[in-house]
């Protein structure tokens, strides 16, 4: 397993009600996030945060050391 520091950046894609608070708490621990969501309205509060707004889950995953997905209703 690889362990990331906060030097490591990262994508996190699905900021429903999960994913907005795990985003938030690597936001709060020091991490670059770069963030991607359907609901782009629902990046706001991670984006006056310090997060990076990404328009496709692509753009969000470019670059990235780690990707994180949070997302629901796989059909």
Known sequence: MRTLDTS???AFIGIGVMGASMARRL????FKVTVSTRTASKAQPLLALGAR???????????A?????MLGFPE
């Open 8 to 10: 490591t950046p990262l």
């Open 27 to 30: 936001l709060e621990a020091g």
């Open 53 to 63: 707004w990404a328009d496709s889950p692509v753009a969000a995953a470019k670059g």
């Open 65 to 69: 050391g780690a990707i994180i997905t």
